[in-house]
């Protein structure tokens, strides 16, 4: 499964920026997709998650109300639109697929595919 992640760029404090994410298939393996960052020397983090087949989606708590993921299944894509952003929310982000029960999708470790990131810098 490969995954492409796009979307990334330079955007001033309270601006907006919406990544994507398409999958080359899916598979049994792949049920649950999700976006993670990682700051210049910090652990990678959750920031959202949803399952192919469901119109739940999770959020950390950093995001909640300025982030929203949403899917096109026969796209077999995923998007992250990120408004209102912060300074901290500048970091790399990834998505990745994996097939974890519902309580650990906020974990990388189930997350068996993960894209080559695309960068999002917020300046103040």
């Known amino acids: 499964v490969r995954l492409q992640a796009s979307g990334g760029g330079l955007v001033q404090a309270g601006g907006s920026l919406r990544l994507s994410c398409a999958a080359s298939?899916?598979?049994?393996?792949?049920?649950?997709i999700g976006w993670f960052r990682q700051a210049p020397g910090k652990e990678r983090e959750f920031v959202a998650a949803l399952r192919w087949s469901s119109d739940n989606v999770y959020y950390a708590d950093s995001v909640k109300g300025r982030f929203t993921m949403s899917r096109d299944n026969p796209k077999r894509t995923v998007y992250l639109q990120m408004n209102s952003l912060k300074p901290e929310d500048t970091a790399v982000y990834y998505c990745a697929v994996g097939n974890g029960i519902l309580s650990s999708l906020s974990s990388a470790d189930q997350y068996h595919y993960w894209g080559q990131g695309t960068q999002v810098t917020v300046s103040s």
């Open positions: 298939r899916l598979t049994v393996n792949t049920r649950n």
